[in-house]
């Protein structure tokens, strides 16, 4: 069973920078497409950005294109969500997904991480 295990977040305040992680165990994530959703209280699971296998080809949300930007690293084994100028209304657990049948749908995603949480103070 692919675990995922998401990393990097915590206490920011507005405009700061913050860089997440996302690793597998028993896996390497190159070989799935990745993503990275997120998740308020009270709101419904969003999508962010992901990744796809090969040429690393990436997708973004309108919410976020700009300020953050998803990436591997050359090892292939983590993925990354760089997140800059952040906001107050960036709280939320973060969370990585792996292999979807489409990107764009949540309930498609095989591989899900426990989130890592990430709050913005203004």
């Known amino acids: 069973q692919v675990q995922l295990l998401e990393s990097g977040g915590g206490l920011v305040q507005a405009g700061d920078s913050l860089r997440l992680s996302c690793t597998a165990s028993k896996t390497r994530l190159i070989a799935y497409r990745v993503a990275w959703f997120r998740q308020a209280p009270g709101k419904e699971r969003e999508f962010l950005a992901a990744?796809?296998?090969?040429?690393?080809?990436?997708t973004y949300a309108d919410s976020v294109k700009g300020r953050f930007t998803i990436s591997r690293n050359s090892g292939e084994s983590t993925v990354y969500l760089q997140m800059n100028s952040l906001k107050p209304e960036d709280t939320a657990v973060y969370l990585c997904a792996a292999d979807p049948q489409q990107i764009l749908t949540l309930t498609s995603y095989k591989y899900w991480g426990r989130g890592t949480q990430v709050t913005v103070s203004s």
């Open positions: 990744i796809t296998r090969g040429t690393g080809s990436t």
